[in-house]
């Protein structure tokens, strides 16, 4: 089974972007976290759990900071 990891970027001019690549379910969880840890140490914030109808995984910043990220996966 494939999924899909996305990391959704959000500005504060209300631009967005997304880039995304397939992963297999053995790699998910490493990819996630690791996706996670680069968008933390690139805008000096925290993670905290996200979940919604674009998949599962983690917001790193908040709609207050000029950008934050939505790092998912998501089966297809």
């Known amino acids: 089974m494939m999924l899909s990891l996305a990391i959704y970027t959000f500005g504060?001019?209300?631009g967005s972007s997304v880039r995304s690549?397939?992963?297999s379910a053995a790699e998910a969880d490493a990819a996630l976290e690791e996706?996670?840890?680069?968008?933390e140490r690139d805008s000096g914030r925290v993670r905290s759990a996200y979940s919604g109808d674009l998949g599962?995984?983690?917001?790193?910043g908040n709609?207050?900071?000029p950008t934050y990220k939505l790092i998912l996966l998501s089966r297809y």
């Open 56 to 60: 599962r995984g983690f917001q790193v």
């Open 12 to 14: 504060e001019f209300g």
């Open 63 to 65: 709609g207050l900071d």
């Open 21 to 23: 690549r397939d992963v």
């Open 35 to 39: 996706a996670t840890r680069d968008a």
